[in-house]
């Protein structure tokens, strides 16, 4: 299929052009972006002023801050002024003393030999500047003048030379262009890992050479408004990648995936798969390392906006295992795939988790989150009544009517059965290992009651004789008194 691509200006739409067909692709706008993909800052500084002088005094940053075009331009034409302005002064200098009327004359001593015109002044130049040696033109002893000229031109041409040629080679080592080896992936997405959710996205290395020392930052470009009422339009966040483990420090020989966690702390806190169609928010990701070749610190950047965060999937794999070594496919390297994923925030869902059961029962320890690894782990899990001081209680008061206390779910089926017996469903039940002594009369023998049948008491209330039988507790003790 066939497709014709038209711009019209920032928008583009795409026009099938196959016969009996007909479909328009919706308009997409460009969203107006801090940091542009490719890494360049789309700001335009204006109204300096004064300031500019600043440019001045800072010259040779400012050559190698220019463009291509514009470093050329000025090479070709500071050598061309240079090479015509001393040209000129060895041509004046002849027509001063008058070599120019004894050009042919042998019996004349000239302060250069065989120079006549402005050409040939200019040659003399260019042989003596570009060191090319002395043959038909030369300079002679009785000329002064000439020699506090030649040497002028010696310095003023070695100064020229180290200023532009130096502009001119670091410009060309800049490590800019080893940034261009180093890639992101086309979209950021959401989804789970390790139970909690996360943002996560792809770094790769197209070189065999290593990024040394390479470290990965994040910041947030979203506006705010504070409690004071001040507008903050391009507000800075930084974003966790694992700065207290030591994540953002990266061995960059293999794609990469960064990871944030979406935890109390992190500003998508309150981010779900709705809200995130309603936000506007910038993501600036800052890749820096050493180049291993020069020693130069590389800096690579781009960003992702909110239309470019998928909720729910995750990055296909591109590592595969071949013989005696591991390969990368690059044509995956963008490509993501789907995967179950909440649709709500994590602020949603620790709102969910912190509220109490139906039954009364308050979730003990923090609830799911000891029952289960983080979000994933409450998507499909019931929480049972575990007990709590609710439950404490009521067995205390029922000890306290003499109501026999029933074993909870966890003893098993026949203390179901025996809790039934009394009256009492055996879901009331205390929970186990709770078992408060009732009160009782002094001097009044203890009966036996369910408890002691259904099963033994604790060894630390035994007497000797009785720990080593078995048998139930004994009747009260009788008082020393």
């Not at 960059?252 to 809200?275: A, G, M, W, Y």
Request: glycine share 10%.
């Amino acid at each position: 299929m066939s497709a014709l691509r038209r711009k019209f200006g920032e928008d583009y739409q795409v026009v099938n052009t196959n016969r009996g067909t007909s479909y328009t692709a919706p308009v997409k706008k460009k969203r107006q972006r801090f940091v542009e993909k490719n890494g360049r800052c789309n700001v335009q500084h204006g109204n300096l002023g004064g300031e500019t002088s600043r440019y001045i005094s800072d010259l040779f940053t400012t050559l190698v801050d220019l463009k291509w075009r514009w470093n050329l331009l000025i090479f070709i034409l500071t050598y061309t002024i240079a090479w015509l302005v001393m040209a000129s002064m060895w041509w004046i200098i002849a027509y001063i003393r008058g070599d120019l009327n004894h050009g042919h004359d042998q019996s004349y001593t000239p302060c250069v030999a065989n120079v006549y015109n402005f050409p040939s002044a200019f040659l003399f130049f260019i042989e003596t500047e570009a060191t090319i040696g002395y043959g038909y033109r030369y300079i002679t002893e009785k000329c002064p003048e000439g020699i506090i000229l030649f040497l002028f031109q010696s310095l003023l041409g070695s100064i020229v030379d180290a200023f532009l040629i130096g502009c001119m080679f670091i410009k060309m080592s800049q490590p800019k262009k080893r940034a261009e080896t180093l890639m992101f992936s086309q979209d950021a997405v959401i989804s789970q890992r390790d139970g909690k959710l996360c943002l996560m996205f792809r770094v790769g290395n197209l070189r065999n050479s290593h990024m040394v020392s390479a470290q990965i930052r994040c910041k947030l470009i979203k506006s705010r408004q504070t409690p004071e009422g001040e507008f903050l339009p391009l507000d800075q966040c930084e974003l966790d990648v694992g700065f207290g483990t030591g994540a953002d420090q990266l061995f960059l020989v293999s794609p990469l995936t960064i990871c944030h966690e979406i935890n109390p702390k992190s500003p998508f806190f309150d981010l779900s798969q709705r809200s995130l169609t309603n936000e506007q928010f910038e993501i600036v990701v800052i890749l820096e390392g050493i180049v291993e070749t020069t020693g130069m610190t590389c800096q690579a950047r781009t960003s992702y906006t909110e239309d470019e965060v998928l909720w729910g999937h995750r990055f296909l794999p591109v590592m595969s295992l071949e013989e005696g070594f591991f390969r990368v496919d690059y044509s995956q390297f963008h490509n993501t795939f789907e995967v179950p994923t909440p649709l709500y925030s994590v602020k949603e869902y620790e709102e969910k988790t912190s509220l109490p059961s139906p039954g009364g029962h308050a979730h003990a320890g923090g609830g799911a989150r000891a029952a289960g690894p983080g979000l994933l782990g409450g998507l499909h899990r019931h929480h049972r009544g575990a007990g709590g001081e609710a439950a404490q209680q009521a067995a205390a008061d029922e000890l306290r009517e003499g109501g026999p206390p029933a074993q909870g779910a966890e003893d098993g089926p026949a203390a179901r059965r025996q809790g039934l017996q009394h009256g009492r469903p055996a879901a009331q039940a205390p929970a186990r290992g709770l078992r408060p002594r009732p009160r009782r009369r002094r001097g009044a023998a203890a009966a036996p009651g369910p408890q002691a049948q259904l099963r033994a008491p604790d060894p630390v209330h035994r007497g000797p004789a009785e720990a080593q039988s078995g048998g139930a507790c004994p009747g009260p003790r009788p008082s020393s008194r």
